[in-house]
């Protein structure tokens, strides 16, 4: 079982690039998570989705964007790569109450 | 919203030593709560989890939990930690229903001494 797949694995970004985290679960769970996790901050949400069509922000979507097309995919987008979003990110799907997480995106901007 | 206190952040601790790793949470009615575990350079996994029944609650590897209502904490425990034990630890809440209710704690580092 593949689970959830998020590519790449690491990036490194030059200050007002963009790029494209991409995440795809294939539980065909409808719930889906874009976290970031920072050293001694534990896991910060990013923009959650309920289902295909429908996203919602987190506690931290500034500079972030978000879609889900399918119930499958949710990539996370930054549009102008800040240094403060150096971080390592995680994709994460939920059923009922557990939620199942990628491998995680370490992401430097520098 | 829900808020979820982890008060060790960093724990040293030599092999075959005990181990007990506090979570604390505020939201006061039916919780849903979960350790993750993630190992260097790894991904959260799930450790243990506690919907119902017994309030003591064991998990992969040896760990276990012990959920107090009263005290609003979901402690994790291993009586003999072993080297490859070292990770960081989460503590994780569902609270009621719906998407955005999963809330973690800011982690433990736990780093077991050879």
């Known amino acids: 079982n593949a689970g959830v797949t998020q590519t790449p694995k690491f990036r490194i970004l030059k200050i007002g690039q963009s790029m494209t985290l991409q995440c795809t679960q294939d539980m065909n769970h409808n719930y889906m998570y874009w976290y970031r996790q920072d050293p001694g901050m534990g896991l910060k949400l990013i923009y959650y989705s309920v289902g295909a069509g429908i996203t919602d922000k987190g506690e931290v979507p500034n500079g972030y964007n978000v879609s889900r097309s399918t119930t499958e995919d949710f990539p996370l987008r930054l549009e102008l790569a800040a240094p403060s979003q150096t971080s390592v990110y995680f994709c994460?799907?939920?059923?009922?109450?557990?939620?199942?997480f990628g491998q995680g995106t370490r992401l430097t901007v520098v | 919203a829900q808020s979820v206190s982890q008060h060790n952040h960093h724990v040293i601790l030599s092999e075959a030593a005990s181990l007990e790793l506090g979570c604390n949470y505020s939201y006061g009615g039916t919780v849903n709560l979960f350790w993750y575990v993630q190992y260097p350079g790894q991904h959260l996994q799930l450790l243990l989890k506690?919907?119902?029944?017994?309030?003591l609650v064991k998990g992969i590897k040896g760990f276990e939990a012990e959920f107090i209502k009263s005290k609003f904490s979901f402690n994790l425990r291993k009586p003999s930690v072993q080297w490859s034990d070292t990770a960081e630890y989460f503590c994780a809440v569902n609270q009621g229903t719906g998407a955005n209710n999963l809330f973690f704690g800011t982690g433990t580092r736990l780093t077991v001494i050879p």
């Open positions: 994460a799907s939920k059923v009922n109450t557990e939620a199942f």
């Open positions: 506690y919907f119902s029944g017994d309030p």
